[in-house]
């Protein structure tokens, strides 16, 4: 697909912040924006189980669409509706949803890498994704870019290993220290099929992509440049080589490593991310200072600011603008993690028009 076969955009904010140019006031889109906290998406997943929202091209453009139509004029990107373990699962891994993620054949030991695909075919596994973005874009006539994503190596691993969320990520930690190796080789592994997924996203239509590195800030320092860096930084420029070499624009991408503000300085300085994601512990003057001038940022309000009330949510969204705008450079507006089930919906409406206020330039 190429932009000859979508409608004309009519919103180009999200990819000009990104490119690291100024705005009008900055783009917003909040991580799992289409989720719980909406009516209507409680209502799909009534007759429908998560994965099957996923699976479906018109489910999970629907749930895409749904916060769109909601706050039709407000937010200035989409996310196409699907999960980080879909990767998981098409390296032949089963995955449950109930509600949290589980698998009920985890990696225990080594010996049991032998059970995952040899070669993964995206087309095949993943092919519904793709369709799922084609159909998505195509109904957004042009509101919004259309955001794809995938998790991080690092990230899918953990959850490979563990059958699920984890607290402490035992037995994630009890891999890497104990077959270091094995790890770092799963790993790289899981890194080819992202490229080979996020490629195929921007073949099928999405703009702009972010891989979410949702257990970064779980390692130690030296542990995330072990054990994480080199997958994501192989993710950046092997997924721009890839595009390139096939003649496809390349598109704008998005880290999102979730408590590895510790990195900043490498990850600005050593990938080829164009937009670094930024959760609410660092504050935006400092994370300009540590990341230079030449990537944008995202983020990076406490998504737990929504259930203050009017006033903490203005307080909040105002301070934040001032330190993004006097760190200076690209920004794209966003919470510092994904939005949370019991949020009100007119609060986050709340939220979005504080940005376009306080964010105009
Ligand atoms: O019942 C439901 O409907 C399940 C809730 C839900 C939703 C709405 C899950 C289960 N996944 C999603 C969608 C989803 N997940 C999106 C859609 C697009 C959007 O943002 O609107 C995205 C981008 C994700 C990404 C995702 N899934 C991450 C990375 C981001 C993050 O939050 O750190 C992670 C870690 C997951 C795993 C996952 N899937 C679902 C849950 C509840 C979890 C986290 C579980 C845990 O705590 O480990």
């Given at each position: 697909m190429s932009s000859a076969d979508f409608p004309k955009m009519k919103n180009d904010l999200l990819l000009r912040a990104a490119r690291g140019e100024k705005t009008e006031h900055a783009p917003v889109w909040v991580m799992?924006?289409?989720?719980?906290?909406l009516p209507e998406f409680r209502e799909v997943r009534k007759s429908h189980e998560f994965f099957e929202v996923c699976r479906t091209p018109a489910l999970a453009a629907e749930v895409t669409w749904q916060p769109i139509r909601r706050y039709a004029g407000l937010l200035d990107a989409s996310i196409i509706f699907s999960d980080i373990l879909v990767v998981p699962q098409a390296m032949g891994m089963e995955v449950l949803m109930n509600p949290g993620p589980s698998f009920p054949d985890p990696l225990n030991t080594p010996a049991d890498i032998e059970k995952l695909r040899k070669v993964v075919d995206v087309n095949k596994e993943l092919g519904y994704v793709f369709d799922a973005i084609t159909l998505t874009r195509k109904g957004l006539e042009g509101a919004c870019p259309l955001i794809g994503f995938c998790g991080a190596p690092w990230t899918l691993f953990a959850y490979m290993v563990e059958g699920g969320g984890s607290k402490t990520l035992q037995k994630a930690k009890t891999w890497i220290f104990q077959y270091p190796e094995e790890s770092k080789a799963l790993i790289m592994r899981i890194a080819d099929v992202c490229v080979d997924f996020l490629v195929g996203q921007v073949k099928a239509g999405a703009q702009l992509l972010q891989v979410f590195?949702?257990?970064?800030?779980?390692?130690?320092p030296h542990d995330f440049d072990e054990f994480s860096f080199p997958s994501l930084q192989h993710i950046a420029s092997k997924t721009r080589k890839r595009l390139s070499e096939a003649d496809i624009p390349l598109v704008p991408i998005t880290l999102?490593?979730?408590?590895?503000?510790?990195a900043l300085i490498k990850l600005s300085e050593e990938t080829e991310y164009d937009v670094l994601g930024l959760d609410w512990c660092i504050d935006p003057v400092e994370a300009r200072r540590l990341v230079g001038p030449n990537k944008a940022l995202q983020g990076n309000m406490d998504?737990?600011?929504?259930?203050?009330?009017r006033d903490a949510i203005e307080r909040t969204v105002k301070k934040m603008c001032e330190a993004f705008r006097v760190g200076g450079g690209g920004w794209i507006a966003n919470l510092g993690h994904g939005i949370t089930p019991a949020v009100d919906p007119e609060d986050l409406r709340w939220f979005l028009e504080c940005v376009h206020k306080y964010s105009a330039q």
């Open positions: 799992r924006q289409a989720g719980r906290y590195d949702s257990w970064a800030g779980e390692l130690a999102f490593a979730k408590g590895a503000n510790y998504p737990n600011v929504l259930y203050g009330g």
